[in-house]
């Protein structure tokens, strides 16, 4: 079992263009979760996400920000029109429910965004 | 999800024991204690989690207070791959995996 895959694990962009950051969940998880960890800050929840569905998007961004998680393939997080601010590692968690309903989750080794 | 508290940062000497506390004061019924941890440049790791028992695995050990306001994680001989920050988290048994990273108790292992 190869894990939470993400790719790239690094990402440089010009302010004004987008980035598109992947994430393959571990084999037989079906709920994806997205972080954000600013410089020197600690890790803040950004969204969670199923198959086709947004479950909680309470930490995204109001605007440029935008995940899914499609029938097939990966979940994405894009970010539009990139600013300095963006800049970041970006960590994708998956989780498979744990009967006991204490969830655990598995993250990849994350994505870092430089924007220039 | 109730708040914790940990220490900054703690110091070890390699192959010693190593004890993390956690204040959790306010914690209600329902949430368990998670405790992660992060390597510099990598993405946090699941440690170890309990409710109210004590908990063994391969990584470390839960110490849960008898009311469970307070818990410590134990590494029994810290190497110094096991330099890192480490989280103590509660987690709601309906909880959808919002968790809340504080800012962790920062170890440093000294050979």
């Known amino acids: 079992n190869a894990g939470v895959m993400q790719n790239p694990r690094h990402l440089v962009r010009r302010r004004g263009q987008e980035a598109r950051l992947r994430c393959s969940p571990m084999?037989?998880?079906?709920?994806v979760y997205w972080y954000r960890q600013l410089p020197e800050e600690g890790l803040k929840f950004m969204v969670y996400?199923?198959?086709?569905?947004?479950?909680?998007e309470s930490g995204m961004p109001k605007e440029r920000f935008s995940a899914e998680f499609p029938k097939e393939g990966p979940s994405i997080l894009r970010i539009q029109q990139v600013v300095r601010g963006d800049s970041a590692a970006y960590f994708c968690a998956s989780s498979l429910r744990d009967s006991a309903g204490a969830n655990v989750l598995t993250f990849g080794a994350g994505s870092r965004l430089t924007v220039l | 999800d109730a708040k914790t508290t940990q220490p900054n940062s703690m110091e070890s000497n390699e192959e010693e024991p190593v004890h993390l506390p956690c204040n959790h004061s306010t914690i209600s019924g329902t949430d368990y204690i998670h405790w992660y941890r992060q390597l510099p440049s990598q993405g946090p790791e699941y440690v170890i989690h309990g409710l109210t028992s004590n908990v063994n695995n391969r990584m470390a050990s839960l110490a849960i207070a008898e009311d469970r306001k307070s818990s410590t994680l134990i590494l029994h001989r810290a190497t110094l791959r096991d330099a890192a920050v480490y989280y103590c988290?509660?987690?709601?048994?309906?909880?959808?995996?919002?968790?809340?990273f504080g800012q962790g108790t920062t170890l440093q292992v000294k050979p």
């Open positions: 996400l199923q198959k086709e569905n947004i479950i909680d």
């Open positions: 988290i509660l987690i709601s048994s309906g909880n959808t995996g919002k968790l809340i």
């Open positions: 084999k037989g998880h079906s709920h």
